[in-house]
């Protein structure tokens, strides 16, 4: 089955409101014609529907970084599923390796905000990926096994249905290193046949699985040329339309 190509925009704590807007604005003119390339751009939560107001009737869709999984409360500080669904963001990245690293994420939490996102009507973006001394350790499989199998523990196909997998190894996010086509593709690979035990080979056709870190225009062509890469989670290179738009440019 033909997964549509996927390409997300994660801009971390970057741009004000008003620099948000200017840059959602060159987005919209440059992916005019993005053929069948679904592009999604994260922007900070206090963004998000200035954004998400500048893209409307665009080709352009947006979703937030993170959510907290209660529906509502005294939760000072935190943002619902309800709440970014009502900007008209589709998307929620969870489990982010910086929100794993600085704040406390496990794949419990990201479990729970798994759901959160479905029963809120977001498409979640659960991202997972091995630190180096876990590469080195050669325990890359039993994380990404983990990551997985925790994170959507309890949740069966249907409701997993709008699910993105992203696989950003920990030391290839925001170093310039990537890994090579050989390590991603064995990944890929290997998360296409975890889905297919965990679920069903028919789901594991349908998931759409993103690889991310240190994504640019000069290393995406080979990148996104790799067999079960469906698209990629692009930090620093989605920062800039220009950029961004030559790494959308490789699925056309
Ligand atoms: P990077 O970030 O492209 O800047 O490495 C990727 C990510 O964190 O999603």
């Known amino acids: ?15 004000t409101g008003p620099e948000a807007v200017e840059t959602a604005r060159k987005l919209v003119d440059l992916c005019a014609d993005v053929g069948k390339v679904e592009v999604m751009i994260a922007p900070t939560f206090l963004s998000l529907a200035l954004v998400s107001d500048c893209v409307r009737g665009s080709r352009i869709k947006t979703g ?10 005294a939760f000072t ?7 970014i669904r009502a900007t008209g963001s589709e998307y929620a990245i969870i489990g982010h ?8 994420e496990t794949d419990e939490t990201a479990c ?24 080195d350790q050669e325990k890359t499989f039993l994380i990404l096994d983990k990551q997985v199998s925790d994170g ?7 409701e997993l249905r709008d699910l993105v997998l992203a696989y ?9 290193k990537t890994a090579d086509t050989r390590q991603v593709d064995e990944v890929h690979q290997y998360l296409r046949s975890l889905l297919s035990r965990l679920f069903s080979a028919d789901f594991s ?14 290393n995406a062509k080979e990148l996104m040329n790799i067999k079960d890469v469906d698209g990629a989670l692009v930090g620093g290179a989605s920062l800039d339309p220009d950029k961004f738009i030559k790494i959308i440019k490789y699925y056309l």
């Open 168 to 176: 950003e190894p920990v030391w290839a996010i925001g170093t310039g």
């Open 152 to 158: 959507l523990k309890g949740l069966g196909p249907d």
């Open 77 to 83: 500080g935190e943002v619902s599923a309800a709440m």
């Open 112 to 135: 729970k905000k798994v759901r959160a996102a479905i029963q809120g009507g977001l498409k979640p973006i659960l991202c997972i990926g091995e630190t180096e001394a876990e590469r």
């Open 97 to 104: 390796s910086e929100r794993r690293q600085y704040f406390g």
């Open 1 to 15: 089955m033909a997964r549509i190509p996927f390409i997300a925009g994660n801009w971390k704590m970057y741009k």
């Open 64 to 73: 937030a970084q993170n959510l907290y999984f209660e529906k509502e409360g």
């Open 205 to 218: 056709d349908r998931i759409r699985i993103l690889y991310g870190g240190s994504v640019k225009p000069e």
